[in-house]
């Protein structure tokens, strides 16, 4: 999911769109955008992309000069409008609205835990849950309703949550998520991505620290910490996949460190063939970084068709098999009778793939020589990407060379962990402190078991 929120300016719901729009790589599941005037708030949200739920008309409905808003990548059980973000909570002495990026892993325990003390919960959503938890601590001041109930919760969350005169932007102990702090004018803005930043003017300031709660309101930015930060854990499939490559995320370079990851993998895998070519958009980068290493040509062999959404998000299996191929096509002139490296950022169910060996061959490719900027995915994600139960994931079930085989090509080889962290690491040698938990089965935080899980998700 994506993030923005904004505290102090005319154009508050107008910037928030903006935003959001940037943002819509994150999720194109659903929107929702609350405004505050000071007074009360005002919400309007749909299911579907930022441009089609958001008009003129709507939008000038959103009034005030602060506004958090939401755009929703929901995991398969999670779809529908219901669970659309900002979750809006009207009462007569505050109102709050709340939005979150990532998933908590006690949800289980935290959702009877809430129900066995009579609150009623109405979606499936994990937003919902930490907006309980903050007002069963009612007869506390917000701010310490906020931080006793994130210190209840575990599990990875970039939050957002706004009243009618205070916006709270929080980030998990072990920072799983990203979240920037920004500034328009004078006007504070927060997002998951920095390209969000660049689309409406702001300027980067810095980074959400883990464990940190920050207050914005008339007074300023003030800033708490909630639980002692950890070492960072920040998702590293952020950086091979997830963001867009012209973010800075924890002051990395997105398109510079699928760079590194191409040109690492060159060197941990190289293979002898007549051009490389990536899988648009998310590997083009990895793609030129390996050409620039191994000295092989980078060429075009892959177009995308750009009026189609990515196909993992699809919330099923079917769907998503068509979109592989309503999406890709092979460039024959660059393809034909030649040995081709294709480079793609991650293989988590191999269904990419397989179509696009397949296609390439189809086009007159010789050889298809698969390469992957990351590491295998063995273990599934707790923290908010999809990347489904371990037996669909296809480097838990089979061996390298079971997978080159499945897949069609010729060879495969995987970037090493190692590699992906030596492209994480940055200029001055800072280690960013990624989470590698799904190539390496280590996760950061503690974690419950799915089937204790699964129920109510
Ligand atoms: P597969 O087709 O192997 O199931 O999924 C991997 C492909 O889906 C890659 O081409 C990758 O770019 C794309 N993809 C789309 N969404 C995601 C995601 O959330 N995680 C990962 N790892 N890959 C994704
Ligand atoms: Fe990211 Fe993988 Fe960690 Fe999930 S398990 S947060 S996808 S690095
Ligand atoms: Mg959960």
Do not use: W
């Not at 060996?357 to 189809?362: A, D, M, N, T």
């Not at 992957?372 to 707790?382: G, L, T």
């Not at 419950?448 to 699964?454: G, I, S």
């Amino acid at each position: 999911c994506g993030l923005f929120a904004i505290f102090g300016h005319e154009r508050a719901a107008e910037l928030t769109f903006y935003g959001l729009h940037a943002l819509q790589h994150r999720g194109q599941q659903g929107a929702g955008i609350v405004t505050s005037n000071g007074e009360q708030l005002s919400i309007h949200k749909g299911v579907g992309l930022v441009n089609s739920i958001f008009n003129e008309q709507n939008l000038a409905t959103l009034k005030g000069t602060s506004a958090i808003g939401h755009v929703r990548y929901a995991t398969e059980e999670q779809s529908g409008f219901e669970n659309v973000q900002p979750l809006l909570f009207r009462s007569q002495i505050s109102s709050m609205a709340l939005a979150h990026n990532g998933e908590i892993v006690n949800d289980f325990a935290l959702r009877s835990q809430l129900e066995a003390q009579g609150s009623i919960l109405q979606t499936t959503s994990d937003t919902e849950i930490i907006a309980h938890l903050i007002k069963r601590g009612g007869y506390l001041a917000l701010e310490e309703a906020i931080k006793q109930a994130l210190g209840m919760v575990k599990g990875a969350y970039a939050f957002v949550l706004l009243t009618e005169d205070q916006l709270f932007v929080a980030l998990d102990p072990y920072g799983l998520r990203p979240l920037s702090i920004g500034k328009v004018d004078d006007a504070y803005v927060v997002a998951s991505e920095t390209c969000a930043f660049d689309l409406v003017g702001a300027e980067y300031v810095r980074e959400v620290k883990p464990g940190e709660l920050i207050v914005i309101d008339k007074n300023g930015l003030n800033s708490t910490m909630f639980a002692s930060p950890m070492q960072r854990a920040l998702c590293s499939m952020e950086y091979v996949y997830f963001s867009r490559p012209d973010s800075d995320l924890n002051g990395i370079n997105v398109h510079a460190s699928r760079k590194l990851m191409g040109k690492q993998l060159a060197k941990e895998a190289s293979i002898e063939a007549d051009v490389v070519t990536g899988v648009p958009d998310s590997s083009i980068s990895a793609a030129i970084g390996y050409a620039e290493e191994s000295g092989i040509p980078y060429e075009l062999g892959l177009i995308k068709n750009r009026y189609i959404g990515r196909t993992f998000i699809e919330p099923n299996q079917s769907s998503r098999e068509e979109g592989v191929k309503m999406k890709l096509s092979p460039v024959r002139g660059i393809v034909n009778g030649k040995r081709v490296v294709m480079i793609d950022d991650s293989i988590v169910r191999g269904t990419t793939s397989m179509r696009i060996v397949r296609l390439l061959k189809e086009a007159g490719a010789t050889e298809v020589h698969v390469r992957i900027a990351s590491p295998p995915i063995k273990n599934p994600c707790f923290y908010g990407v999809d990347t489904t139960a371990s037996e669909d994931l296809l480097a838990s079930q089979y061996s390298i060379e079971e997978m080159a085989e499945k897949i069609g090509a010729d060879s495969l080889a995987f970037l090493s962990v190692e590699g992906l962290e030596n492209a994480l690491v940055d200029e001055d040698s800072i280690e960013t402190g990624i989470c590698k938990a799904c190539f390496t089965g280590r996760y950061p935080t503690e974690i419950y078991p799915r089937e204790v899980n699964a129920n109510g998700k």
